[in-house]
């Protein structure tokens, strides 16, 4: 048979192939996927230990993890509206859609516990699409948060002219100390209301809005300051709301 005569059934059972695809049954969340956006318009954040503890009824908030119950030593889930049976030290994950704009991925494990709850902990990864930052005040009404992540870990290097992700900050330079005054450098930030000037070791906080139902709080500590970058590390908190 020569190369003319093997074409036609390739591109038949390719087409085949294709067909079954599609006609495949899917599983998972039924809400939209996060759309991608160019690399610079997303905001990636790691919660190193995430731990939670769930009653029998309860659901991961922002997931489709749900605890159904236990028997024995097995806990009863669902993962993705899918049953299963987990026990101390299997895996619990989950990635997807959590939130208008917002994707997650959680990578648990079950821990131990000698009552009737399941408590799970492990890192979890939150990217924000599409963040347009604004100072504002960070919900205080529990009723209106459907996830919040405290201690998320933060460091950024920001050069000269740049903002501070997720922030309206922005670093204009470093101001050169006079004789007989301050004795060490200042880094010299726009964008915010107030003294615009941080010293080495100098603590750096903000708060605003990066998506309508997404919240932050940075609560950071200035590491490092030179001509082109200022470096600041820390911690962050993040709400995400049902608005």
């Not at 708060?207 to 997404?214: P, S, W």
Request: aromatic share 10%.
């Amino acid at each position: 048979m020569n190369r003319k005569q093997l074409a036609l059934p390739v591109f038949v059972l390719t087409l085949f192939v294709a067909a079954m695809a599609c006609a495949a049954p899917t599983f998972g969340p039924v809400e939209p996927p996060a759309s991608p956006t160019p690399l610079g318009d997303t905001l990636i954040f790691n919660i190193p230990t995430y731990t939670i503890s769930l009653q029998p009824g309860e659901t991961v908030p922002g997931t489709r993890l749900h605890y159904t119950g236990r028997e024995g030593d097995a806990f009863k889930v669902t993962i993705d509206g899918l049953e299963a049976t987990k026990r101390v030290g299997d895996s619990f994950i989950w990635n997807g859609t959590m939130a208008p704009g917002v994707y997650a991925n959680y990578n648990l494990r079950l821990t131990f516990t000698i009552l009737g709850a399941l408590p799970a902990a492990g890192p979890v990864e939150v990217i924000v699409f599409n963040p347009e930052p604004v100072e504002a005040d960070v919900p205080i009404s529990n009723a209106e948060v459907e996830t919040y992540f405290d201690k998320v870990l933060v460091t950024y290097e920001i050069p000269v002219g740049r903002l501070l992700p997720g922030s309206t900050l922005a670093y204009k330079g470093m101001v050169e100390p006079e004789t007989g005054q301050q004795t060490s450098v200042l880094a010299e930030l726009s964008g915010m209301s107030g003294y615009p000037y941080f010293a080495l070791g100098d603590s750096l906080v903000w708060a605003g809005k990066l998506r309508d139902n997404v919240y932050i709080r940075y609560d950071l500590r200035v590491t490092a300051v030179s001509e082109t970058n200022l470096s600041v590390a820390g911690t962050a908190e993040l709400w995400i709301t049902s608005g």
